[in-house]
């Protein structure tokens, strides 16, 4: 593990800029040519290259002192945090800045999701309330971090406050498990979830759920539009969201305790209003506790009670006023001016 460490930081360090390598090099060669005069008993030559070392020795720490302070970090020593760098990369479990105090990131939790979700008051204030029950240890052990059903109209950020929540809970965007549950409307592909059975094709490639959630145990999996799915995977939900794991079709048991389960839907929002893309202007918006009853209706009616009964929020999400819909376009358009600026 150790070696492993001092590998990636010797890597780390190959990124070390032109001008101090020459600094480096340019304190090598003199320290070199001291040692040979003194040996040579030319103390005077000896004199000016200490002189000469003193000058590069404090040339370099200033540099070096510039680097730490733009935020790119030298390491000369392997640390307890860059072994968990390692150990992060081997087990897929993230491993928490140090520098930041786990509570007070909790506490801003609403801001930091809302610097990417634009509205939706509702749904990230009772998304971060359950998360912080989970973090305070007052959830179920043998059942997942968290799951949630969020509902509402096509394109009122849905999807993107999952992604949101896997770049903050795991600091990383691609923490995020995604599944389309279009394709799992018929009854044969629900295996493709924990795996083939033996005899059939696929048996050695895994589940495309338990595979995922095995290499990276500490994810948010998204099921998106979860009402297209087949009534058989709800059989599978049951059991993750009751006993927090799954076996696949080699016998392996998946944990899918440190995980957080978003299933996403539209059901009972499709005849609310002609446009269907979820922005509206604020004084023609449709009564959200109107369009709330309607949606609930219909997820009592296409949904079974044991399972809802499990789930830990339903959330339903508002439409989109004019307001917030500039303000999408605005976060967009800096997206695309970051992207742009990053090529160049």
């Known amino acids: 593990m150790i070696d492993e460490a001092g590998s990636r930081l010797r890597l780390q360090r190959m990124d070390t800029p032109d001008d101090l390598r020459e600094l480096e090099t340019d304190l090598a060669e ?40 733009s935020g790119v970090d030298l390491f000369d020593e392997v640390d307890e945090e860059a072994v968990a760098e390692v150990l992060s990369v081997w087990t897929g479990i993230p491993v928490y800045k140090l520098t930041e105090e786990e509570t007070q990131k909790l506490l801003r939790m609403e801001d930091d999701l809302h610097k990417r979700v634009i509205g939706q008051e509702d749904a990230i204030g009772a998304v971060s309330q359950a998360i912080r029950r989970t973090r305070a240890g007052l959830k179920d052990p043998k059942r997942p971090s968290g799951s949630f059903i969020f509902l509402g109209p096509s394109g009122v950020g849905k999807t993107e406050l999952a992604k949101t929540l896997a770049e903050f809970l795991f600091g990383d965007e691609q923490a995020l498990i995604a599944l389309d549950m279009s394709e799992y409307m018929e009854k044969h592909t629900v295996s493709r979830l924990i795996g083939s059975p033996p005899g059939y094709i696929g048996y050695e490639e895994g589940g495309q759920l338990t595979e995922a959630v095995r290499r990276r145990p500490f994810s948010v999996v998204l099921f998106d539009e979860i009402e297209k799915a087949h009534p058989d995977v709800f059989n599978t939900l049951l059991q993750i969201l009751e006993e927090g794991r799954l076996t696949d079709s080699q016998g392996r048991t998946v944990d899918f305790r440190n995980t957080v389960l978003i299933m996403t839907s539209n059901l009972g929002t499709a005849d609310l209003r002609k446009a269907n893309l979820g922005f509206v202007k604020a004084g023609e918006a449709i009564s959200y506790e109107r369009m709330k009853a309607k949606v609930q209706d219909a997820l009592k009616t296409n949904f079974r009670p044991e399972f809802l009964n499990r789930i830990d929020e339903t959330i339903v ?22 992207q742009l600026a990053g090529q160049g």
């Open 30 to 69: 003199v320290v070199q040519r001291k040692k040979a005069a003194v040996e040579s008993q030319d103390f005077e030559e000896a004199g000016r290259l200490r002189d000469r070392e003193k000058e590069l020795q404090s040339r370099k720490a200033e540099r070096e002192s510039e680097i730490r302070s």
């Open 317 to 338: 999400f508002h439409e989109l006023t004019m307001e917030e819909v500039v303000r999408v376009v605005d976060l967009m358009i800096r997206r695309v001016v970051d």
